[in-house]
């Protein structure tokens, strides 16, 4: 069966860590990513967001991002988590869930210096305290045109602010050629 990912490399975080980097996994070779997830976090508060790795290697933590998130609850009604170019990080990819969760995320444009790079992101999970899901689907931009190599998960807001196992999977998207 023919594919049109490509395998780049895996990564997996020690227990404990509040912030995951997948380094250097963007190159000119695809314009087009996609990154598998899964994670188990400590506590049941907070969320799990990312930020992007610029090409010096540096967390951009300024206000370069835009999001639009809509959070689906099982135990409360969904919301909307949303701004324009002014958030420090690129998006949630999940709520700080202690029972497990995964997702995946599609990159757009991260290695072309003179393009924004975006992206979209599904996440679902649950507590196991309460049962509770939690699901995540968002659409973010970084609003600057550089050259991006990677990303960074992190554990934030409520709670305790880390995952108790953390992995990775980098695909590069290979485009379609007509014959």
């Given at each position: 069966m023919?594919?049109?990912l490509?395998?780049?490399n895996s990564f997996e975080g020690a227990s404990g860590i509040a912030?995951?980097?997948l380094t250097n996994i963007f190159s000119d070779k695809y314009d087009v990513y996609k990154i598998v997830y899964?994670?188990?976090a400590n506590d049941v508060s907070g969320y799990v967001r990312f930020k992007l790795i610029d090409s010096g290697g540096s967390v951009i933590s300024d206000a370069e991002y835009s999001k639009a998130s809509l959070a689906m609850r099982s135990y409360n009604t969904f919301f909307e988590n949303k701004n324009n170019g002014t958030s420090t990080n690129m998006g949630e990819v999940g709520y700080n869930q202690d029972f497990g969760s995964g997702g995946e995320m599609t990159i757009f444009n991260p290695y072309d210096s003179s393009s924004f790079t975006f992206a979209t992101t599904s996440n679902a999970g649950g507590t196991t305290?309460?049962?509770n899901l939690f699901g995540y689907k968002?659409?973010?931009s970084h609003n600057v045109a550089e050259q991006i190599t990677g990303l960074e998960f992190s554990v934030t807001g409520g709670g305790?602010?880390?995952f108790d196992r953390i992995q990775a999977s980098v695909y590069g998207v290979k485009q379609w050629v007509a014959h």
């Amino acid at each position: 069966m023919a594919t049109n990912l490509e395998f780049i490399n895996s990564f997996e975080g020690a227990s404990g860590i509040a912030n995951f980097q997948l380094t250097n996994i963007f190159s000119d070779k695809y314009d087009v990513y996609k990154i598998v997830y899964d994670y188990k976090a400590n506590d049941v508060s907070g969320y799990v967001r990312f930020k992007l790795i610029d090409s010096g290697g540096s967390v951009i933590s300024d206000a370069e991002y835009s999001k639009a998130s809509l959070a689906m609850r099982s135990y409360n009604t969904f919301f909307e988590n949303k701004n324009n170019g002014t958030s420090t990080n690129m998006g949630e990819v999940g709520y700080n869930q202690d029972f497990g969760s995964g997702g995946e995320m599609t990159i757009f444009n991260p290695y072309d210096s003179s393009s924004f790079t975006f992206a979209t992101t599904s996440n679902a999970g649950g507590t196991t305290a309460s049962g509770n899901l939690f699901g995540y689907k968002s659409t973010n931009s970084h609003n600057v045109a550089e050259q991006i190599t990677g990303l960074e998960f992190s554990v934030t807001g409520g709670g305790s602010y880390d995952f108790d196992r953390i992995q990775a999977s980098v695909y590069g998207v290979k485009q379609w050629v007509a014959h």
